[in-house]
């Protein structure tokens, strides 16, 4: 989607279905985003999927965790409409200790191994989802390793005189100018 | 008396030639026929996206190299069109231009290798061997440019490392001059030839809306009749520059996935001599100090490219707040970045969308109802890198 404000039609349309459900609709360098209540989410993606919208492909569906902040966990779901030539970004929030959200299996088959990912790795969980197991960790993992207070670690190597030194103690992190350590 | 409906299950994999890699798949038989086909991944899985979040923006494009480790700058291509849009950046004409040369014969060489593998499964072992040769010199011609026949580390955030070398474009053009009489005789070889055609023809068939549902991408959407190509439909890097054409097939089925990837690596050709034709002068990176180092003369003059210099290298660069998706096509399909950044030095979520995690999705609906022996075909036709699907 070019330019850079949100798609008017859309907005109005989405507005007009899902009224307050829709949290907020902005655009970001080109990128359309909507955020929309997860209690309504799936049937966003529905409605989105048909005429005149026809975003028939889940291209991607992730997720990121924004610890310590409130409601935790963002689900990001990347359609596309090939016949169009569009792209539109759909978020939904969950909380930390109520990390779940409905699955989107019916919607597009293709959610199916998404939603595993995102459960393997930050533990969200999908309601309805056939089949919600590990993918990619091994099945007796403990935890989930891409939430941010999942500490990265390295494992000992028996080199001698090697320290195991962490990515991040390499370049610490400098918080962008105005913003405290 | 009914008689009892009896399946076995058998393990493919994970250490099995036909599986590309450490894929295992759990299949249910009936005889011959697979009633249920069951991948099990993960055996790959390197915690990249975790990584990335501990390291600098620059930092991560040697890691980046590694997922899809056969089109290495197709994933830097990505990443870095992903910090770009990020950054609100643009590159030079000259550093896009040599960013699609390279990608196109990496396109090329990644085909190549999908190509002769697909050979090997199939008993053509002479194909691995001729496709293996075409692929050396294309990695020769990277090895030239950037030093590393793989996994290469060549593009920068706003451009690329260095400038080519002069013997560069000869010897581009005398891989490229040689090589459609080669793929003519690849093609003399096996489209025609009957075995060829009757362990693909009807095998492993996608439809249409099942691509379309599964997230499919690449030359396995484009087989199964829809003309989608990121370079098309959200040009990047100056493809609306040139002049291509995007194949597409109709059954989609492994017959029609093997003519679009032979046509796929016509059309790379195309755009590599064009783009040769046309390689403008002037920069390869972007002048813009908070992002990419300065040159080494004004390091001796400037103060301040001193200063540049040691931030970028003590700290990196410090996109703004918010979050993009950008993607690339890559020789499997839409490779994709979303990058969420805090306004730090550090992406606070860097997510890979990986298109033969999609792909291989698909793989169970296109085997089912069908033999085990063409399981290796729709295996390779997919052309999944084990590396893309568990990151």
């Known amino acids: 989607m070019s330019g850079s404000a949100f798609p008017t039609l859309l907005q109005a349309f989405l507005a007009d279905r899902f009224g307050e459900d829709v949290l907020e609709a902005h655009a970001f360098r080109g990128d359309a985003t909507v955020v929309v209540r997860r209690e309504r989410v799936v049937e966003a993606l529905r409605a989105l999927r048909e ?60 959610a199916n191994w998404f939603e595993r990912e995102v459960w393997d790795l930050f533990g969200v969980r999908f309601e309805g989802h056939p089949n919600l197991v590990r993918i990619l960790m091994p099945d007796d993992w403990e935890g989930h390793p891409l939430r941010r207070d999942y500490p990265l670690t390295e494992e000992p190597v028996e080199f001698r005189g090697h320290v195991p030194k962490v990515p991040s103690e390499i370049v610490p992190r400098v918080p962008p100018p105005g913003e405290g350590p | 008396m009914a008689l009892a409906r009896e399946t076995l299950t058998i393990n493919m994999g994970p250490q099995h030639p036909s599986t590309h890699g450490v894929l295992r798949l759990v299949l249910e038989l009936e005889g011959e026929v697979i009633v249920s086909c069951q991948p099990v991944i993960g055996y790959l899985h ?112 706003g451009g690329v490392a260095a400038d080519l070398p002069e013997e560069f474009a000869p010897a581009v053009r005398r891989f490229l001059d040689e090589f459609p009489r080669r793929l003519d005789e690849y093609e003399a070889m ?37 003309a989608y190509d990121v370079r098309k439909a959200f040009p ?93 096509e890559s020789p499997r399909g839409e490779k994709g970045y979303y990058i969420v950044s805090d306004g730090s030095n550090r992406p606070v979520r860097v997510r890979v969308r990986a298109p033969s995690f999609s792909n291989l999705q698909a793989l169970p609906s296109m085997v089912r109802g069908g033999m085990l022996a063409d399981v290796v075909v729709a295996i390779a036709s997919i052309d999944i890198v084990l590396g893309d699907v568990d990151r």
């Open chain 1, 51 to 110: 005429d005149p919208w026809r975003f028939e492909m889940l291209v991607d569906l992730t997720a990121w965790d924004r610890f310590p902040a409130e409601p935790r966990f963002e689900v990001v779901y990347h359609l596309l409409s090939p016949s169009r030539g569009e792209r539109l970004r759909v978020k939904t929030r969950a909380p930390g200790d109520d990390p779940t959200v409905p699955s989107a299996v019916a919607v597009f088959p293709g």
């Open chain 2, 46 to 157: 390197t915690g990249i996206e975790k990584e990335m979040e501990h390291r600098t923006y620059h930092q991560n494009i040697p890691l980046v190299d590694r997922i899809e480790y056969l089109s290495s700058y197709h994933e830097e291509l990505a990443y870095c069109t992903a910090v770009e849009k990020l950054l609100g950046l643009s590159v030079p004409k000259r550093a896009q231009y040599i960013r699609v040369i390279l990608c196109e014969l990496n396109r090329i060489a990644s085909h190549l290798v999908w190509l002769g593998t697909t050979g090997i499964d199939l008993n053509v072992s002479s194909l691995l061997m001729y496709c293996f040769r075409d692929r050396e010199r294309i990695l020769e011609l990277s090895e030239m440019v950037s030093g590393q026949r793989m996994m290469p580390g060549y593009f920068r955030i």
């Open chain 2, 190 to 226: 096996l489209t025609d030839n009957l075995i060829w055609r009757r362990r693909h023809e009807g095998v492993a068939v996608l439809s249409r809306e099942d691509a379309l549902r599964y997230g499919v991408t690449g030359p396995t959407l484009r087989a199964s009749g829809i």
């Open chain 2, 236 to 328: 990047y890097s100056s493809y609306e520059d040139f002049e291509f054409d995007v194949p597409t097939g109709e059954r989609g089925d492994a017959y029609d996935r093997y003519r679009v990837r032979m046509e796929e690596m016509r059309q790379a050709r195309r755009i590599v001599l064009q783009a040769l034709d046309r390689l403008p002068d002037g920069p390869v990176i972007t002048d813009d100090r908070k992002v990419a180092l300065p040159p080494r003369h004004e390091l001796v003059r400037s103060m301040e490219a001193v200063i540049h210099q040691f931030k970028l290298v003590s700290e990196g660069i410090h996109p703004p707040k918010g979050e993009v998706y950008a993607a690339v």
